[in-house]
Every structure is written in C-alpha cells, then in structure tokens.
C-alpha cells in the first residue's frame, strides 16, 4: 500500500479507538473510563484507579482489597535487579536510567501477562527507591505488604511510616497523572505491545522515552525556576525579561490542551493542602506569582500560552512532600505505570501492528563505485596533513559570499540549469566575475555536463550542511511544551 | 480539537521522512542510501553498508580500515553486563530478554549520538554470543578485534574462525536485513528518541518491540516446517493443510511488499551459494520447492491477496545454514538491524519531531462516583 497520507510526529492521527481516557482539549477536561479526574484525584487510591484502569469498572470493596494484596505481594526485586541498581548507583546514572536497567532486567514466573502487568506496576516503585537508597550511601528498605501501594513508597524511600496527609498527597499526585491518552511514552509501549511482545518491554520502552530532557528536564526547570524567582529576580521582572526576549517560561504550554488543563488546578489545591501549617511555603508563593504574572503579562490570544500546564504546580507538590528534585521524573514514572499498562493491553488485545511508513527523500539511485575509485574529498575521520590541507582548500574556496550564492542558486533549481538561467538568477552583475567563481567551483563542487549546470555531490553536501542553518542559524530555544504529562 | 481520522496501525500514513531507505512496495525494490540491496550485499561487506548508512557516502580504503577498527574496538562487555548475562543465562531466560537487559545496562550516557550508535552496532554481537554460551554452560569467547564483524559474531560463539563461505553468507544476510524503513522497531526507537532520549533507551525500546511474535518471529516456525517437509519430502501436502486450515503460511506475505520480498531473492541466492559449499546439506533444495508450490498455491487460494515470498523465508535457509540455532535467530537479526535502527535515530535526532498522536475514544461518558460500599 502506498502511504497516502503524510502527517510528521501524527499530530493529525487517531492511532486506535481507546476507551482508557478522553481528553477534551479546549474544556480542558479529562476522563478516565468516564469518571472526571477530579473524582479519581481524590476519591481514589491508586490501587483503585489502577483497577478501574484495567477493567472500565470501580472495584468493590472485596476486588479492591485482593488487587491491593497481589500488587502488594509483587513489589519485591531479585538480586539481579539489586546489583544493576547498585552499580547504578555507584556510577551515579540518573534514576530513570536506572529505572530502564531495573525494568529491563526484572522478570516475572509467569506467562500470564496480566499478572505480568500487575508486576510492573508493583516494581516500578522498589526499582526507584532501591536505587536511591543505594545512591544515598544506604541500603534498600524492603517493601511492607501491609501499606498500600502510595505509603509503602514513602515508606522505601524514607524507611519512615508515612503521615496520613503526606500519603493523600502523594496519592493525588499518582492519581493525578496516572493516564493520559497517548503521549509520546504510552505510544511508546503500545507499539511494543503491537508486535505482542511483553509488558516490561514495553514498559522500559515507556521509560526510554521519558528519559529525554523535553520531560524530565522540564521538571528541573520548573523547580530552578522557582527557587530563582525566589531569590534573585522577581516574578514580574523575571517574566517580563523571558518574554521580551522570546523566550518560553517553564511548566506553560501543552501540545494538547489549547488552554487550562484540569489537572493543573488539582495539583495546586493538593500543594496548598499539604502546605498548611508548613513554615516554608516559598515555592508555592514562587509557583502563584509566576501564574499571575504570566496571565497579566501574555495577552489573550497571544502566542505563549498563559496558563501553567500539570508539570508546574507537580513540582511544587513533589517538593512540599520533601522528594528530591532528581526524583520528580520517576515519581511521574511510577504514577503513569498504570496508564502505561492499559494502553499496552488494549494495543496488545487490538492484535493491530504499527507498522507505519515513511517518505523516501534520500539520495536518488545512485550507482556502487568500487573502493579503489571512492572520491575521499573530506574525510571525517584521518585527520593526517594531507587532508587537512585539502580542507583548508575547500574552505579557502568557499571563502566568497559570491560562491556560496552560486552553490545555493544550484541547490535550490529544480532541475540542472544552464548558463543564461544560472547567470540571470545570480546577482553578480559583471560577467567576467561570475565566470571566475564558476570556474573556480567547476569540478569541485560544481558540475559542467553538457550545456548545464548542476550541484556535485560534495557541493550538495556542503550546501546542506551550511546554508540549510545547521551552523549559521543560532541554536534554538527549546520549550516545555513536551506533550508528555 | 479537530476529531482526527483514525488509522488503526498507521499503515498508510508516512510519519516522517527519511533519507535511509526508499521502499516500493508494488515493484518490489528497496534502495539504501541510493544503493540497490541486491547491490550492496553482493558487493558490500557489513562495515560498509554501516559506514554507507551512518555517512550517507561509500568509504575509501582508508576510511573503511579506520571505521573497522573503530567498531572493533568496542565490542568488549563492560562487567556488570557479563555479570547480568551469565545470571539471566541461569534462569534460562529468552534470548531476546537477555538483549534487552544487555543493551539497557550499557552506559553510554553523556557520549555523543553517533559514539552511542558505534558502540551499540560493535557490542550487539557480543551480548548475543556471550548470552548464548553462559545458556550452554561455557564461558564467552572474547571478541578479537582483529576479526571482522561477521567473521568475530561466528567466532564468538564457536570459538574457532569461521570459513570465509559462511561468513560470507551471514555479511550477505546482515547486509539485506540492514534497514527496511519504519517497521514497528524502528518506530518505536525513533518515537523514544523523538523525545530527545538517549540511544540505549531507544535500542532498549527497539529490541523489546522485536521480541514481538507479530514482528520477525517467523524464520522459527519456516525452518520447522521446511525440516518437516525435508523428511516427508511433500511440500504440496504440507501447504495445502495449511492453506485448509485457514492459518498463515509462515514465510509468505508482507504488510509492504505485494510482490516477491527483493531481500528473499538476495537470500535465496546466497543459500543457493551455501548449498553449493556444503554439497548439498542445507534446506536449500527443500525450500526453493516449497517456495514454488507455495507460491502458485497462494495464488489460487487468495486471488485477491499478493502473498509472495518474505525475507524471514529464505532468513530460516541461511542461518540454519550457518549453524546459527533457531532461539537466536531474531537476535541474529537485531544484530543486523540495530544499524538501521541507531541510524534512524541518529536522523531523527536531527530534527526531533515529537511522536504525539491520539486514540479516538469510546468508552463510557460521564459516570458518577460511586461510594464503594455501594458497588
């Protein structure tokens, strides 16, 4: 079948029908399996929400609590996973890369991949915690069956036994964020679960691409941010100086909402709650008067959005819930585990491949030069005197506005060009100076077959890697517009 | 939000472009970096073709040597993946486990995308055939960098130096699998390195995909029947139950091609070769007669359908041909495709486009919250 459709990144495709959770970007609503998040934010545990997650349906007390004993009973990690944490540790990898060692490495006794998925989602926290502790000079604490899933991480990460308010909060944090449609990390694990491989594979897949800085580094933005604002430069000035120079504030924006996102409004409240009576709520102060400058200072219907996206107010709430800043991405992680093994099993279920194309726009068909006959003009690799010094000719020869002009009027004609159509396009006005630089470009980087012109290939490349931007262009700012949370 | 068209398994959509391989589906040709497959396994050898993908041009004699030695240099296993190995070889996990949890434990973090992609090409191998003598209770044989590619992946798992036909017809196999476009694997580590991820993450994320049974896991059950059909020397009677049984005839048919796969053809050739060196004792024979009566079998049963040879057909022929055992043949092929595989996200990573697509919805709407007491 020939792709009919191209849609890079298919920000304009449905992938499959789901019935996991609706997004409604312009309300800015969400739902899983029809229940507002605000609901699942506070009503339910994450063994709850994981449940409901997995079979469309709230448990009742009696399904609750045997899923609560069977995650419980899957929390523990193997030898093999302890010492590919410890060496992580010890090499100080950061926590999602340990986070991939750990679900890579663990297995389950049981060809039953619902059981399967249920360990996963059971690990995930042991994975993190272990290796924190071990970053931390200590040794894992092993998980307690009797805490629920949310207590028992306080409990591996502190060996303390948690507060009940410090738990709700964590919990509406896991909650908050345990699904979200198909983000760039559930999409990850479905096209793994396509092929009907495993849950863990898919799962460190999942974490693969949370590791990228668009997440996890955004999360670290938001909190430097915050204690900056706090410190140095006011929210007003701050903001004010972001914006005039074009630059994006962290933690707006979304790829998918067009404006609020419910579950930013959630976090805040759940950080305002956890915060009372806290002596030091100075990163909630921070986190308010970026909001409010951020609404007074982008006007409506201008291009940076002006509401803060789920990661602004997570960091505020992580942090009043004392979790180091390294381990935001893996608390996210940990939470959106559940999301992630839905979506694989429906993918998986679905028994559909994704198998998408591409668009060829490689070389045309190009003839095999045997070796001995191979045009080593630039070489990338033996940097010896001589070809050294022939690149010094090339750059000596590309040393001349006029020249490169003349590479790029090639590059950008549809088809080989010939003398008068090159001439006109060119603005060198006197004759015997276009001719100069065309002969000196002739056989190097430009080729004379026949009565035309055309780009060589070493010309070709040069014109790609200079004039498309790779070098001149400066370096582009980077958003949080991630679109993973 | 515009109600976007749904596209279950995205086969007609082309989600990015691509520089590496342009695939015809209705002629039947693949072409990599401009090169013909056909072309590049009869004359290539594997460090070539992966020079060929990496820099988009053939190297010179000088640039091939210094490219060899470089990938040779970095086939050592860091310990604790030996250590990892040897005690997953001890609960007898899947070899394709065993990769992922080799690849995941590597440490690359920090190294520029192009080392990453070196470093997982020339380490592969290694995880495989270290995973596979821990399995048979022997210790890894340690790569010699004097070796070539394909020549050092036999010699590891042996011991002793392979003969130049075989390896020949293992380059000739890594060469024609090297690359097919956005097949779910590549997919899948582009889409993790679309997020600016690391190369061991996506390679990780790759090699979980292949693990699939939907995606490369038919050589396995082709070699069954071909050994099948070998003994009961009726290719007829062994694709017609099949054909009756309503089930796939493993080998045929390919989500892209609609004519004869070009890599089955390259494949064919060089068991052809393989049966000529070793007299006759490979499946050869059996398989290009269960090809034929396939062939014209399918025709007839699927008029409407274009089920052709595939490359996993004649993949079967050549690796059971070299001795590699069926349990390693999608390693076999990771091998290979984690070329294609880190030099798509090497592309992507030129200009990352966030995979970001959506599900249509259609599940329950609006329920209220009920209390558990009362559920």
Redesign the interface.
Same mark, same amino acid.
Do not use: N
């Given at each position: 079948?020939?792709?009919?459709?191209?849609?890079?990144?298919?920000? $304009?495709?449905?992938?499959?029908?789901?019935?996991? &959770?609706?997004?409604?970007?312009?309300g800015g609503t969400f739902?899983v399996?029809?229940?507002p998040i605000e609901?699942i934010a506070t009503?339910a545990s994450y063994e709850e929400a994981t449940w409901l997650l997995r079979n469309?349906r709230?448990?009742?007390?009696d399904a609750?609590e045997s899923f609560r004993t069977e995650l419980a009973n899957r929390r523990s990690i193997s030898?093999?996973v302890h010492?590919?944490l410890e060496?992580a540790a010890q090499?100080n990898? &950061?926590v999602m890369?340990a986070l991939?060692?750990g679900?890579?490495?663990a297995?389950v006794n049981s060809d039953d991949t619902l059981i399967a998925t249920s360990r996963v989602v059971a690990i995930c926290p042991t994975i993190v915690t272990a290796y924190w502790q071990y970053r931390e000079g200590g040794t894992p604490i092993q998980p307690h069956a009797a805490f629920s899933h949310t207590a028992n991480i306080w409990y591996m990460l502190t060996g303390m036994e948690p507060d009940d308010a410090t738990v709700a909060g964590l919990e509406t944090y896991l909650t908050t964020i345990i699904e979200h449609?198909?983000?760039?990390?559930t999409?990850?694990a479905r096209?793994?679960?396509?092929? =009907? $491989?495993?849950p863990?594979?898919?799962a460190?897949?999942a974490?693969?691409?949370?590791? =990228?800085?668009?997440?996890g580094g955004a999360l670290t933005r938001i909190h430097a941010m915050f204690q900056h604002v706090g410190a140095v430069e006011s929210p007003t000035t701050f903001v004010e100086r972001r914006l005039t120079a074009g630059e994006s504030i962290p933690g707006f924006g979304h790829?998918?909402y067009?404006g609020c996102d419910q579950r930013t409004e959630i976090l805040k409240q759940c950080a305002k709650t956890v915060l009372e009576g806290h002596s030091d709520t100075s990163l909630l102060e921070a986190a308010t008067a970026l909001e409010t400058a951020v609404h007074n200072q982008v006007g409506a219907g201008a291009e940076h959005p002006r509401t803060p996206n789920v990661d602004f107010y997570a960091v505020v709430l992580l942090d009043a819930l004392a979790v180091s800043p390294p381990l935001f991405p893996a608390m996210f992680a940990i939470g959106r585990t559940a999301g992630w093994m839905a979506h694989y099993l429906e993918q998986l279920e679905?028994?559909?491949?994704?198998?998408?194309?591409?668009?060829?726009?490689?070389?045309?068909?190009?003839?095999?030069?045997s070796?001995?006959d191979?045009? $080593?003009a630039i070489?990338?690799?033996?940097l010896n005197p001589d070809t050294l010094a022939e690149l010094a000719n090339a750059f000596e020869l590309l040393s001349e506005p006029s020249r490169l002009e003349l590479l790029a009027i090639l590059d950008q004609a549809s088809k080989p060009l010939s003398y008068s159509a090159f001439r006109e396009r060119s603005s060198i006005q006197d004759k015997g100076r276009f001719n100069y630089h065309l002969r000196r470009l002739r056989g190097t980087l430009i080729a004379n077959v026949g009565a035309t012109y055309t780009l060589r290939?070493p010309g070709q490349r040069i014109v790609e890697r200079l004039l498309d931007g790779d070098i001149t262009s400066s370096v582009g700012q980077t958003t949080d517009c991630?679109?993973?949370a | 939000m515009v109600d976007n068209s749904l596209h279950r398994g995205v086969e007609d959509i082309a989600v990015t472009e691509t520089e590496l391989s342009d695939i015809d589906g209705e002629n039947g040709s693949l072409i990599i970096r401009g090169i013909p497959i056909k072309v590049l396994a009869n004359n290539a050898t594997f460090e070539e073709c992966c020079y060929l993908l990496f820099n988009d041009r053939l190297p010179t004699e000088t640039q091939l040597a210094t490219f060899q030695k470089r990938l040779s240099e970095h086939r050592q296993l860091p310990d604790r993946v030996s250590t990892l190995l040897s005690r997953a070889a001890a609960e007898a996990v899947h070899p394709m486990d065993a990769v992922r949890m080799g690849v995941a434990a590597l440490d690359l973090d920090g190294k520029p995308p192009a080392e990453q992609a070196v470093r997982l090409v020339a380490v592969l191998p290694t995880i495989v055939a270290a995973y596979w003598r821990y399995r048979a209770g022997e210790a890894p044989v340690e790569p010699r960098t004097e070796l070539r590619h394909a020549e050092n992946y036999l010699y590891m798992h042996t011991g002793t130096e392979p003969e130049p036909a075989v390896v020949d017809a293992l380059e000739a196999y890594l060469i024609a699998v090297i690359d097919h476009g956005l097949n779910a694997s590549t997919f899948v580590a582009r889409s993790i390195v679309s997020t600016e991820s690391d190369l061991v993450s996506a390679i990780t994320g790759a090699v979980g995909a292949l693990k699939g049974p939907r995606h490369g896991g038919a050589p396995g059950p082709v070699l069954e029947t071909l050994r099948t059909v070998a003994t009961t020397g009726s290719p007829t009677a062994s694709v017609e139950s099949v054909l009756e049984s309503g089930n796939r005839l493993m080998g045929f048919g390919h989500r892209v091609y609609r004519t004869r796969d070009p890599r089955a053809a390259v494949l064919a050739s060089v068991a052809e070769r393989l049966d000529t060196h070793t007299d006759g004792s490979t499946l050869f024979e059996t398989a290009s007669s269960f090809e034929a009566v396939a062939r014209e079998k399918l025709a007839a049963h699927h008029p409407d359908r274009r089920l052709e040879t595939n490359v996993e057909f004649y993949t079967a022929v050549v690796l059971d041909g070299i001795d590699i055992p069926p349990a390693l043949f999608t390693p076999t092929f990771a091998v290979s495709r984690v070329v294609g595989w880190t030099t798509h996200c090497l592309e992507e990573l030129e200009d990352p486009k966030l995979v970001r697509p959506t599900a249509r919805y259609t599940g329950k709407r609006d329920r209220g919250w009920t209390p558990r007491s009362d559920r």
């Open positions: 079948m020939t792709p009919s459709i191209f849609d890079p990144g298919l920000t $304009a495709t449905a992938i499959a029908e789901t019935s996991c &959770s609706d997004i409604d970007a312009d739902h399996r029809g229940y609901a009503k469309g709230l448990p009742t007390t609750l030898e093999p010492s590919v060496t090499e990898r &950061s890369e991939r060692m679900l890579a490495t297995t449609g198909v983000t760039p990390s999409f990850a096209i793994v679960g396509s092929t =009907g $491989a495993d863990f594979s898919a460190t897949a974490v693969g691409a949370l590791t =990228g800085p668009r997440h790829s998918v067009t679905s028994e559909t491949l994704l198998r998408p194309r591409s668009q060829y726009d490689g070389p045309k068909p190009r003839s095999w030069v070796r001995a191979r045009d $080593a070489s990338d690799e033996e290939a991630d679109g993973e | -």
